[in-house]
Nanobody
Framework: QVQLVESGGGLVQAGGSLRLSCAAS????????MGWFRQAPGKQREFVAG????????YVVDSVKGRFTISRDNAKSTVYLQMNSLKSEDTAVYYC?????????????????WGQGTQVTVSS
């Protein structure tokens, strides 16, 4: 069993930055692919970014390319999502997810474990 705890959300003005963290426990992080998803009110959950267990491959959705960066520190069992140049449309609950190495990518159904989510609100 893997436990995921997100932190770092909050209220920020448009153009600002936030860094989300996802602390994992219960399994060696390097054995897991990790992803960030978000869900805005009234919308379906969508993929934001993913990273392979080794960090060798990264996936980022087009809408956040150049603004968001996913990274991981396996020694600290933590995955990060650095969000810069935030826009009002980035407002959502952000979820961290973990899945078997080499499988998930952007596919939410392929992730086995999910955090409770952290709210990001961008004011314009």
């Amino acid at each position: 069993q893997v436990q995921l705890v997100e932190s770092g959300g909050g209220l920020v003005q448009a153009g600002g930055s936030l860094r989300l963290s996802c602390a994992a426990s219960g399994r060696t992080l390097s054995m897991l692919d990790m992803g960030w998803f978000r869900q805005a009110p009234g919308k379906q959950r969508e993929f934001v970014a993913g990273i392979r267990g080794s960090g060798s491959r990264i996936y980022v959705v087009d809408s956040v390319k150049g603004r968001f960066t996913i990274s991981r520190d396996n020694a600290k069992s933590t995955v990060y999502l650095q969000m810069n140049s935030l826009k009002s449309e980035d407002t959502a609950v952000y979820y961290c997810a973990a899945g078997p190495m080499g499988v998930p990518g952007s596919r939410s159904w392929a992730y086995d474990y999910w955090g409770q989510g952290t709210q990001v609100t961008v004011s314009s």
